[in-house]
């Protein structure tokens, strides 16, 4: 994302002129077989958090106010990711919020039941401190759900503006924005997604033009 570039030219001045962005594109594979329910989540009402448990991924944002935001709108927090290190307190009070009715946490689901799970999501939330670009905000848009996630530049740009950005320290925004996404049918549709097969010789003509200004401008030693 143009966003780490910008990161890049921040650290180091050097760095940010040797950067070139050459794009991700999208892999569709996750659409590209039809879904299979998720039995324990049919007929329930559910945001969803997808990735790792780890600090960086600032799930305690959403534990913290989940008891709140289930009383407020009945929504379970569904985590959709493995443990991660030092995660052993996020674990333990999302497993709390399991034992209590509140959460769900699943892990090594296959693609089939991911996507499931992206379309039938009221909301997808993602309030990590740092990306490098965030492919669950593309998935989830890809789809119709709506996405609440944290404003790391990156995650914003991904988004492209049709995301709900909220500062990854602003309990209160969080809670605030879920409760509104609770109250609004989302507009799942079928997956629009790019044509990675139609995007991949851009992306691989950017990576070798990179390599070649890095081998031509190489000082020798």
Known sequence: TEAIVDTLRRADADWGAKATLVGL???????????EA???????RYALAVGDLSPRKNLT???DQWPAIHAATGL??????????????VVGRLEALERDG????????PDPNLRWMYEHAQVLLYPSREEGFGLPVIEAIAVGTPV?????????????GTTTPVDPDDARGWYEAIVAAAATEP?????????????????GERL????ERAISSRRPR
């Open 61 to 63: 944002v959403l534990i």
């Open 208 to 211: 070798v033009a990179a390599y």
């Open 102 to 109: 509140m959460a769900q946490w699943l892990r090594g689901l």
């Open 187 to 203: 507009a799942h549709h079928e997956p629009v997604v790019p044509d990675w097969l139609a995007t991949r010789p851009l992306v």
């Open 25 to 35: 594109p999208f892999n569709s594979e996750l659409y590209r077989d039809p879904a």
């Open 76 to 89: 379970e927090l569904v985590v959709a990711g493995s443990g991660a290190w030092r995660a052993d307190d």
């Open 148 to 160: 609440i996630s944290s404003t790391d530049p990156a995650l914003v740009e991904v988004g492209g």
């Open 38 to 44: 998720v039995a324990v989540l049919e007929g329930r």
